[in-house]
């Protein structure tokens, strides 16, 4: 995210849109320098977790590159469409009564304005699994980059 909120205002912000249903925000597990910029940040490649709204047990990681210099040190700067995504059972998984077939469970702004990183929760009831798929969205000119996690829906522990 280009502009980031304090993180008390994240979490009150995140706490208070799970209550609403929409997308999780998510904390920064780290970053590391892919360029050294002289002056501005560097560009780098940042983690950050998030857990999914509406299924408890599940969380995610998405790595981003964030573009640095003098532009991405103001949040100027459009950080390329170049993410990966991993989710996993990390506790016991209770599915809603009515599971939507596909719902937004985390958006992050790559861009000042019109573009974002986006994570998509969608129930694949066959294989009795979740499928998240992460996307860039332009406003204009969409993109094609994308990265796919899924997590079967098992017992958990000795259950």
Known sequence: MRYRLPTLCRLILGGLLACLGTSAFAEQVGCVTTEWKLIGSNHKVCVDSFSDPKI??????????????????????????????????????????KLPKEATVFAEDTSILFKETRVVRMWD????????????RKLIDGAPANSVSTVPVMPWGGR
């Open 56 to 97: 408890p047990g599940v969380t995610c990681h998405v790595s981003q590159a964030r573009t640095g210099g003098v532009s991405g040190s103001f949040g100027l700067a459009q950080d390329p469409s170049q993410f990966s995504l991993a989710c996993r059972q990390t506790g016991p998984i209770t599915l809603p009564a």
């Open 125 to 136: 009831a066959a294989n009795n699994t979740l499928v998240y798929l992460a996307i860039s």
